[in-house]
């Protein structure tokens, strides 16, 4: 079953919905859905919490996609958010991280948008690619 969602906000709260409608265990501790984007490296530490129990493979993507937003690497970590976010069994503090990691990379990319920055306008696009599957 494939859902389509019009917006980042739409599409994270119907994540964590959704999961938390399925009975997901918590972690150490909560990672909830911010009301405004993060700063960077707070979801990226996000990130790193709520996958630590993850299987290696997951665990490395999201390693990868944290570091990517602590060093501003945009398409990187558009790219493993994606992958991500195509796993179909994420918990939901993992739904909740992934949720605000990508808000808090969309609103870095505006603002580097804005500011003319090609690395943000490229990684821009393909986060909007991205929500369109």
Excluded: H, W
């Excluded at 997901?24 to 911010?34: G, H, L, N, Q, Y």
């Excluded at 990226?44 to 709520?50: E, I, P, T």
């Amino acid at each position: 079953m494939k859902v389509s969602c019009s917006s980042s906000v739409a599409c994270g709260l119907s994540l964590v919905l959704f999961l938390a409608v399925s009975g997901c265990s918590k972690a150490d501790k909560e990672i909830t859905v911010a009301a405004t984007p993060p700063p960077p490296k707070e979801a990226a530490s996000q990130l790193q919490q709520a996958f630590t129990g993850a299987n290696a493979e997951v665990k490395q993507t999201a390693k990868v996609a944290s570091e990517a937003l602590e060093t501003a690497n945009y398409e990187q970590a558009v790219q493993s958010l994606t992958v991500i976010k195509a796993r179909e069994n994420l918990t939901l503090q993992q739904g909740t991280a992934v949720y605000n990691s990508e808000m808090a990379l969309e609103a870095k990319l505006i603002a580097g948008v804005q500011a003319g920055d090609p690395n943000a306008i490229r990684a821009y696009e393909l986060l909007k690619k991205s929500k369109r599957r």
